[in-house]
Nanobody, 127 residues
Framework: QVQLVESGGGLVQAGGSLRLSCVVS????????MAWFRQAPGKEREFVAG????????NYGDSVKGRFTISEDNGENTVYLQMNNLKPEDTAVYYC????????????????????WGQGTQVTVSS
């Protein structure tokens, strides 16, 4: 059974930083393409960042490019999302997701492609 557990969310002022973590258990992290999504109240779930199974490629949503960075520690089976220069519009529940069918260098930016999800962690950015 694959489990994803996020942590690191919280309340931060605009311009601040947070680092989210997602620990994967049950299978080796390198088996999956990994991604972060977020969902604000009343809005669709939005792709934030992804990393391919090969780990050669990363991709980011337009609203976070240049501010957020996805990375992973295969030895710790953990994926990270470093979030800098946070804005009030970044406020959302952030979810970690794993895609077991991804092509080696490909990242799916749509939530329906992902098979495993964490429970989410709340990020709130005050102005």
């Amino acid at each position: 059974q694959v489990q994803l557990v996020e942590s690191g969310g919280g309340l931060v002022q605009a311009g601040g930083s947070l680092r989210l973590s997602c620990v994967v258990s049950g299978r080796t992290l390198s088996t999956y393409a990994m991604a972060w999504f977020r969902q604000a109240p009343g809005k669709e779930r939005e792709f934030v960042a992804g990393i391919s199974r090969s780990r050669r490629n990363t991709n980011y949503g337009d609203s976070v490019k240049g501010r957020f960075t996805i990375s992973e520690d295969n030895g710790e089976n953990t994926v990270y999302l470093q979030m800098n220069n946070l804005k009030p519009e970044d406020t959302a529940v952030y979810y970690c997701a794993a895609d077991r069918n991804a092509a080696f260098d490909f990242i799916q930016p749509v939530s329906a492609a992902y098979h495993y999800w964490g429970q989410g962690t709340q990020v709130t950015v005050s102005s």
